[in-house]
């Protein structure tokens, strides 16, 4: 394992297509050594090479290698509550997330890769209701800030928008004609930006994911600030 990144193997999308044919025990079992080489070795090394280049502009957010409890996710699906049975997750991803955090709701950076999509992005997905409360007066409190997050050319170049599911009605004690009511209203914040699935192939994946990293990182940081928390050491 080293620091390194290239592109990920040709072999990581047939993997994940033929894993999704033969979602059993016997067939994984049989190639294991595929998933080792083709997956989680490569991933384990694009999460140190993410780590170098995060630590310029957002070292609070840890890049950790490791199988279990570290940065990548597990390939093996937690069935125990769950009618779909199959034991695996049929896409990998990783995220970086906040130093603070202990769960999967801290504010965090993510990378998604399956065959048919690829996407990533920042963000904090369905997080408690006090965190919501915070996120939600920092834009009432910060709303010029806010604007000039949301209007940023390069922040909607690559995203669009700031995306997350919303309420129906405005959140308990929060102004119903406020000009950001849908954001106000969001149970989720995040930016999410989407790119062809053969692009993890090449050198320039890496790039392109550090370029996005950078283009939601004002956002993130808003979001982090927004909780208490520093968003780079330089900060605190």
């Known amino acids: 394992m080293s620091s390194a990144f290239s592109g990920f193997p040709k072999d990581m999308l047939k993997f994940l297509k033929e894993l999704a044919a033969n979602n059993n025990r016997e067939w994984f079992a049989e190639n294991k050594p595929r998933y080792e080489t083709s997956i989680a070795e490569p991933m384990a090394d694009f999460i140190i090479a993410m780590g170098n280049k995060m630590d310029k502009y957002a070292d609070c957010f840890v890049a950790d290698p490791r199988r279990n409890g570290g940065s990548m996710f597990r390939i093996y699906r937690d069935t125990r509550f769950s009618k779909d049975k199959r034991p695996y997750k049929e896409n990998v991803g990783c995220h970086f997330r906040h130093s603070a955090g202990n769960d999967a709701h801290a504010p965090d950076f993510y990378v998604h890769i399956e065959p048919k999509e690829v996407f990533f992005g920042a963000g904090v997905w369905m997080p408690s209701s006090d965190v919501l409360y915070k996120i939600r007066t920092s834009i009432v409190e910060k709303d010029k800030h806010w604007q000039k997050i949301k209007q940023n050319r390069t922040l909607r170049k690559y995203f669009g928008d700031v995306a997350g599911d919303g309420l129906k009605r405005p959140p308990r ?59 780079h050491s330089v900060d605190s």
Do not use: C, Q, W
């Open 173 to 231: 004690g929060f102004d119903p004609e406020h000009p950001f009511l849908e954001d106000l209203k969001r149970k989720s914040f995040y930016l999410m930006r989407s790119v062809d699935p053969g692009i993890i192939h090449k050198p320039e994946f890496i790039n392109e994911v550090n370029k996005t990293f950078k283009a939601a990182s004002e956002f993130s940081r808003f979001i982090t600030t927004s909780l208490d928390l520093p968003f």
